[in-house]
């Protein structure tokens, strides 16, 4: 059974930068994809990153040149660091497999942008 644990999140100002983290309880890294999710309030979830099992990345339009996944695999961990920071990026973020798993959704963790 997998289990995704994501942590970092917090209040960050505008402009500001965060680092999340989501460690895997079972090696999956070799095997899927991996992708950084995230759901504003009243919005439906969006995938804003992916890593290849292979290392390629793809991103969202939205976050393009700001956001960085990236992954340790021999720490099972899969790392998003956001920098310039804006308040459309409040949301709940989570990782997932991309494409993502219905049984693998953590509790994902809160990053806020506000002044």
């Known amino acids: 059974q997998v289990q995704l644990v994501e942590s970092g999140g917090g209040l960050v100002q505008p402009g500001g930068s965060l680092r999340l983290s989501c460690a895997a309880a079972?090696?999956?890294?070799?095997?899927?994809?991996m992708g950084w999710y995230r759901q504003a309030p009243g919005k439906q979830r969006e995938l804003v990153a992916r890593?290849?099992?292979?290392?390629?990345?793809n991103y969202g339009d939205s976050v393009k040149g700001r956001f960085t996944i990236s992954r340790d695999s021999a720490k099972n961990t899969v790392y998003l660091q956001m920098s310039s920071l804006n308040v459309e990026d409040t949301a709940v973020y989570y990782c997932?497999?991309?494409?993502?798993?219905?049984?693998?959704w953590g509790q994902g963790t809160q990053v806020t942008v506000s002044s």
């Open positions: 079972g090696s999956i890294f070799g095997i899927y994809a």
């Open positions: 997932n497999t991309a494409p993502p798993e219905d049984n693998y």
């Open positions: 890593i290849s099992r292979y290392g390629f990345t």
